[in-house]
C-alpha cells in the first residue's frame, strides 16, 4: 500500500529537548516537504526536498532543521523546541513538484511543547 | 504574494443539502489550482485540481471551475452526505523560486458538517 508514515504521532515535550519526527515514503518518490497546520493559517511550508542531499527553506524554516540521507526518509528536528512550535505537523511526498503533481500526505504529528 | 481566501466554517448544511465553499485567490502569472480534503484524524488528500483557466476538475460529485475573471474556485456538490464532513483546503501552486523550489499555498480551511 502506498503511504508516508509520521512518527511519534502524538508528542508532548518540554522546552529545549531535542526532538525528531521520522517520515518515511514507499512510492519512491523524489520530492518531500513538511508542514506545519495551525488553526486560522492552513498549512505553511517548513523545508523542502528536491532529492538526496539537496533541501531548501520553505516559508516558516526557523528553529527546525531537516536532512535527506535517503530517497524515502525525510525527518524533521527541532534542536531546541519551544512552545510557539506546538502545532500539528505534516510530512509529504509527491513524484512531481509541488503544484504540478497530486501530493500525498502522513496522517499527521500533534506536538505539545509545555 | 501569492495567497488563498476561504469562507470561514463551519459550514453546517443536512444530507442532500447544495454545498458551495468559496475560494479566491491572489497569484503572480498562471497558477494552477487545488482543493484537498482532510477527514477527521487522517491527512489531506487531493480532491480535485484545474491548470488552467476555464478548467473544471471534478471528482466523487464535487465540482470546481477555474474562472480567471473573478480569480475564484469555488468547490460545489449538489447533494452532501455525512461522509462528506471533513475540512476542506482551496490551494494553488506558487512559482518557482530561485533555488528550484515550488510550493503550494494553501487557504485557512473549511470546515463542514453534515447532519443526518
Excluded at chain 1, 493559517?41 to 528536491?50: K, P, T
Excluded at chain 2, 468559496?22 to 497558477?31: I, L, S, V
Aim: aromatic share 12%; net charge neutral; charged share 20%.
Amino acid at each position: 500500500e502506498a503511504q508516508v508514515t509520521q512518527n511519534p504521532r502524538y508528542l508532548i515535550t518540554v522546552t529545549g529537548k531535542k526532538l525528531t519526527v521520522t517520515c518515511s515514503q514507499n512510492m519512491n518518490h523524489e520530492y518531500m516537504s513538511w508542514y506545519r497546520q495551525d488553526p486560522g493559517l492552513g498549512l505553511r511550508q517548513i523545508y523542502y526536498s528536491m532529492n538526496v542531499e539537496v533541501t531548501d527553506k520553505g516559508d516558516v524554516p526557523e528553529g527546525y532543521k531537516v536532512s535527506r540521507k535517503e530517497k524515502r526518509n525525510f525527518p524533521l528536528i527541532l534542536e531546541s523546541p519551544s512552545p510557539n512550535q506546538t502545532s500539528l505537523y505534516f510530512c509529504a511526498s509527491s513524484f512531481r513538484p509541488p503544484g504540478t503533481g497530486e501530493l500525498f500526505f502522513g496522517e499527521g504529528s500533534r506536538l505539545t511543547v509545555l | 504574494g501569492n495567497s488563498v481566501t476561504q469562507m470561514e466554517g463551519p459550514v453546517t448544511l443536512s444530507e442532500e443539502a447544495f454545498l458551495t465553499i468559496n475560494c479566491t485567490y491572489t497569484a503572480t502569472g498562471y497558477p494552477s489550482l487545488f482543493w484537498y480534503v482532510q477527514y477527521p484524524g487522517e491527512g489531506l488528500q487531493l480532491l480535485l485540481k484545474a491548470t488552467k483557466a476555464d478548467d473544471k476538475g471534478s471528482n466523487k460529485g464535487f465540482e470546481a471551475t477555474y474562472r480567471k475573471e473573478t480569480t475564484s474556485f469555488h468547490l460545489e456538490k449538489g447533494s452532501v452526505q455525512v461522509s462528506d464532513s471533513a475540512v476542506y483546503f482551496c490551494a494553488l501552486s506558487a512559482p518557482y523560486t530561485d533555488t528550484g523550489r515550488r510550493a503550494l499555498t494553501f487557504g485557512s480551511g473549511t470546515r463542514l458538517q453534515v447532519q443526518p
